[in-house]
């Protein structure tokens, strides 16, 4: 019963360093639980990774172009910059179209 309660306790620790990359807790844990002796080696030198937003499958976090579907990746801290920028180009088209059509 200790031994379960060890190995229970033991597994968080890669698991922890994992999922703060962006990796999945269980699998980490459960890889954690089973051999600590590889997994926590490998959760310190394993990368930092996302979610793909098309297929949900884990890439690099550098990665520009999904491995697994092969669509282009949007770099999230240009997403709202570029939002903005795209809205305020729009509604300075929509003002001069507006302008434009008036006597």
């Known amino acids: 019963m200790e031994f379960l309660l060890i190995v229970i306790v ?7 360093i994992a999922h703060s990359k ?11 639980a089973l051999l600590f002796i590889v997994a926590l080696p490998a959760a310190i030198m394993v990368g930092p ?3 793909c ?5 884990h890439v690099k976090e550098q990665a520009v172009i ?3 579907c092969g669509r282009k990746l949007v770099e999230p801290e240009h997403t709202a910059e570029e939002v903005d920028r795209n809205q305020e ?3 300075a088209e929509v003002e001069r179209l507006l302008r434009r059509g008036r006597p």
């Open 89 to 91: 180009q729009a509604e």
């Open 66 to 68: 999904c491995k697994h």
């Open 22 to 32: 962006g990796h999945n807790f269980i699998t980490w844990w459960l890889f954690g």
């Open 10 to 16: 033991i597994g968080v620790l890669p698991a922890a």
């Open 53 to 57: 937003p098309y297929c949900r499958e």
């Open 49 to 51: 990774s996302r979610t």
